[in-house]
């Protein structure tokens, strides 16, 4: 997971879980804060300086605690209005759609919601602009084609007890998934 903040701004966040506890913790920015499920705690957060800051979950909070990692990408203010409004934009609707457009709302939009389209699921993250993260599945594994075939294909051979459940698709249908995957830039 990737969070961006401006450089010399202080950022508000709301911190709250849906099911057990977890401790928010970016080492370079500061101390941690619990996450506790049914409680709303907060927290600030403040870049310097531009970089990428490493963040992990600090708490014991199940098997996959290992792989909860997350990096707060600290930019310039201009740099940041910029990629906000380019997150903020709708996904493209192809004018004509596509059999991965198909496949995607079939199999995975239930799930995940990208913003413009009908896939308008609420339990998975938000993919309107996938292809715009450095990485997938919690910051586990760089987001390129290959690593999101296999995370599509069989997540939980990749990090069991994870939220994504295995789904049974073709060849064809994941082709035509990543394809459309493809485009969510």
């Avoid at 990692?69 to 192809?94: H, K, N």
């Avoid at 290959?146 to 990090?159: C, D, F, R, V, Y």
Wanted: charged letters at 15%; glycine letters at 10%.
């Amino acid at each position: 997971m990737s969070l961006h903040i401006p450089v010399g701004v202080p950022v508000h966040f709301n911190l709250t879980s849906p099911d057990v506890i977890h401790s928010f913790w970016v080492p370079a920015l500061g101390g941690k804060t619990d996450v506790v499920p049914g409680r709303v705690n907060q927290m600030w957060l403040m870049a310097d300086k531009p970089g990428v800051y490493r963040g992990q979950c600090s708490e014991y909070c199940g098997s996959e605690h290992a792989q909860m990692g997350l990096y707060v990408i600290a930019e310039p203010r201009a740099d940041f209005d910029a990629w906000r409004a380019a997150q903020q934009a709708r996904a493209l609707t192809p004018t004509a759609p596509d059999e991965g457009f198909v496949q995607f709302n079939v199999h995975c939009g239930k799930c995940h919601n990208v913003r413009g389209t009908m896939a308008q699921g609420d339990k998975g993250p938000d993919l309107t602009h996938l292809m715009s993260r450095s990485t997938i599945a919690a910051g586990m594994l760089d987001n390129n084609i290959g690593n999101l075939s296999g995370w599509i294909a069989h997540p939980q051979g990749i990090k069991p007890d994870a939220l994504m459940p295995d789904i049974a698709l073709s060849g064809p249908e994941l082709q035509s998934i990543l394809s459309y995957l493809k485009t969510l830039k």
